[in-house]
């Protein structure tokens, strides 16, 4: 890039004949100028010795200490498991070193690194079209005041895909009546119906889940004609169609007064 820029070609010609955006060309023209670079570079110069010249973070002089980087992939990670919030991996990392992001630039540097891990279509929904339903995956202890006895629930989770608007509620078991049940009462908390839900593939909503045509149960398909609404199970292995669900853990529900 730099030869070809020191011979005279111009960054659009330049970005045509690597296969890169002209944005890309202009970038790192304008870095190598700010750290002083100009072909043919300097034959000690290693690769590791370029690229810190090249990317030196801005604002940082050479030979100050920069705050320390978090395990990027290793927070993605544990993210994914049951209960676990940026919140709580950021003070975990400051716990460590006192010096580091705050909690707003350390949530800004995640979302940025996801973005580049797995860019995916950001999805638009409209008020009132779909309802995401989902059992929560983690149960809620229940103790008997009388007899000390714990029993565990299933938490029942129904988000509205514009507002993220939450109805939930706990049934004993994901069987059929307490599924059906827990529709009839969250569409009483909405005081109305949605266009679609969207369940997961769970057996007392969809009996055969398939990518391309799903059988819904014979009960839960005639719980939806009563009230007028489609059933759209999720895809199998595509957790962005009941992300509203997902996104919505125990932990969440618990800190909303």
């Not at 939930?168 to 529709?183: I, M, Y």
Request: one cysteine or more.
């Amino acid at each position: 890039m730099l030869r070809l820029a020191g011979s005279g070609t111009s960054s659009r010609e330049i970005a045509v004949i690597l296969g890169v955006a002209r944005s890309t060309v202009q970038d790192n023209l304008k870095r190598a100028a700010m750290a002083g670079l100009s072909w043919p570079l300097p034959g000690e110069l290693t690769d590791d010795a370029l690229e810190s010249r090249l990317f030196a973070r801005a604002g940082v002089k050479q030979g100050q200490r920069r705050r320390h980087e978090p395990n990027w992939a290793q927070l993605s990670i544990e993210l994914k498991k049951p209960g676990v919030t940026l919140l709580i991996l950021w003070e975990e990392y400051r716990s460590v070193h006192p010096d580091g992001y705050g909690y707003s630039r350390f949530c800004e540097l995640f979302r940025g690194f996801e973005q580049r891990l797995s860019p995916t279509m950001r999805q638009e929904h409209a008020a009132g079209d779909k309802v995401f339903v989902d059992y929560s995956g983690k149960r809620v202890p229940i103790v008997d005041r009388k007899t000390g006895e714990v029993r565990e629930a299933e938490l029942f989770l129904g988000v509205l895909g514009a507002s993220s608007y939450t109805f939930a509620e706990v049934t004993w078991t994901q069987t059929l009546p307490d599924w059906v049940g827990s529709h009839v009462r969250m569409f009483a908390f909405f005081g109305g119906v949605p266009r679609l839900v969207v369940p997961d593939n769970l057996k007392s909503g969809v009996s055969r889940a398939s990518f391309y045509d799903p059988e819904i149960n014979r009960s839960y398909g005639m719980m939806a004609s009563h009230y007028g609404v489609g059933v759209l199970p999720a895809r199998p292995r595509r957790p962005k169609d009941k992300e509203q669900t997902s996104r919505c853990t125990l932990l969440d529900l618990l800190s909303v007064n």
